[in-house]
């Protein structure tokens, strides 16, 4: 899988990483980088869920083009909507979370859904540190721990988004230590 498409990303990555976090500052590419691993994905006929907590379903969707929408009609994308109820939004995924203060809801909706996707499916968090604005710390840790397990054991790839300047060293640190590999963005790619 191509992982960046340009010189202005860092790249820390080997292709066989199941378990990356991608890590950078706001407007550094981060959730491109990660659309564009989705639709390469769906491209190679695997299946893809991304899991968003910043962005309402319907910009996701236009975000990943006719590509995304026909990939999600055809049943090769799925997208779990964590973002609308913050809002206000009605959600028009098939998937939704309605509540981020208590992460079991989250986890154990994308732990069936990860239990039912093939082998070298991608996963995508966007984001992380949203996460964090409803939860404890300690309890996202403990969320990405179980995914990123989960994600090992079905032999998945999971891009984990991870705004750099809005945590502590010591949680992003965990991060890291839980990642097979790290993604450090720098600069909107052109």
Same mark, same amino acid.
């Given at each position: 899988? =191509?992982?960046f498409w340009g010189d202005e990303m860092v790249l820390k990555h080997s292709t066989e990483s199941r378990i990356v976090a991608v890590i950078g500052k706001p407007q550094t590419g981060k959730t491109r980088?990660?659309?564009g691993a989705v639709l =390469?994905?769906?491209r190679s006929g695997k299946k893809a869920l991304v899991i968003i907590t910043n962005l309402p379903y319907s910009e996701v969707l236009d975000n990943l083009g006719s590509e995304g929408k026909s990939a999600e009609s055809a049943g090769n994308l799925t997208i779990m909507d964590c973002y609308s109820w913050r809002v206000g939004l009605k959600t028009e995924a098939k998937y939704a979370v309605g509540q981020l203060?208590?992460?079991s809801h989250l986890s154990a909706l994308a732990s069936k859904l990860m239990k039912d996707f093939?082998?070298?499916?991608?996963?995508?968090l966007d984001s992380v540190t949203t996460l964090?604005?409803?939860s404890?710390?300690?309890?996202?840790?403990k969320f990405l721990d179980v995914a990123f397990a989960l994600a090992r054991k079905s032999d998945l790839k999971f891009l984990a988004v991870v705004e750099d300047?809005?945590?502590d060293a010591g949680f992003v640190a965990r991060i890291k230590s839980l990642a097979d590999d790290i993604v450090e963005t720098d600069s909107e790619p052109a």
């Open positions: 899988m =191509e992982w980088f990660c659309y =390469e994905a769906v203060d208590d992460l093939p082998k070298r499916s991608l996963i995508v964090t604005l409803h404890k710390p300690e309890d996202v840790i300047g809005a945590h």
